[in-house]
């Protein structure tokens, strides 16, 4: 069954701590990206890699890192940096790099940072 | 950097009605225009593109338009049903190879 998969689903976070975000496709597509979603302000571009060994900083990318070790795993880690950190990420790839072809999303993780 | 306006950002309409978002860009390079669906709880999916070289396109109850020349491109659902309640999201690539999107539509199909 391909797909994008994302976990934990739900987060909670004591305000300081690191987090780290999953990210994983089957889907054998290059391009990978992280976005942010708050009401009302659609989807924020945070980091995005185009092949394996290298990304490159999104719109909001403060606060935030990334790696891309392996073709299929694209990790996020919030750190303790992101001054608003709660939100809903979306990971998504997409078969070519170049912001030109179809986005497949995973479910979303949701952070809450008490 | 690109900058993606889209409008409205609420539409409430009547079953059977049109519906019409709309969004502007500001990259003129820009030549990929997708549209995103986002059903309650669920992940965004793609429901309709077009690219620069061709300014409108159909798919079954939806269409797109793009006017190149003034930076915008619209989305039409015509005949909506309660399944089009959702919310929708445009976007525009931009230099970086990346997808810069807009600030959402919530709609609401009325039965």
């Known amino acids: 069954d391909g797909g994008i998969t994302q976990s934990p689903k739900y987060l909670f976070r004591k305000e300081g701590q690191n987090v780290t975000l999953s990210c994983e496709q089957n889907?054998?597509?290059?391009?990978m990206y992280w976005y942010r979603q708050d009401p009302g302000q659609g989807l924020r571009l945070i980091y995005y890699s185009q092949i394996v060994n290298d990304f490159q900083k999104g719109d909001i990318a403060e606060g935030y890192s990334v790696s891309r070790e392996k073709k299929e795993s694209f990790p996020l880690t919030v750190t303790s940096a992101q001054k608003n950190p709660t939100a809903f990420y979306l990971c998504a790839s997409s078969l070519v790099a170049g912001g030109t072809g179809e986005l497949f999303f995973g479910e979303g993780s949701r952070l809450t940072v008490l | 950097g690109e900058n993606v306006e889209q409008h409205p950002s609420t539409l409430s309409v009547q079953e059977g009605d049109s519906a019409v978002i709309k969004c502007t860009y500001s990259?003129?390079?820009?030549?990929?225009f997708p549209w995103y669906k986002q059903e309650l709880g669920k992940r965004p999916q793609l429901i309709i593109d077009i690219r620069s070289n061709v300014g409108e396109k159909k798919d079954q109850r939806i269409a797109v338009t793009l006017n190149k020349t003034a930076k915008h491109f619209s989305l039409h659902i015509t005949e909506t049903q309660p399944e089009d309640s959702a919310v929708y999201f445009c976007a525009a690539n931009a230099a970086g190879n990346k997808l810069t999107f807009g600030g959402g539509t919530r709609v609401l199909v009325k039965p």
């Open positions: 990259d003129s390079a820009s030549n990929y």
């Open positions: 889907l054998n597509h290059d391009a």
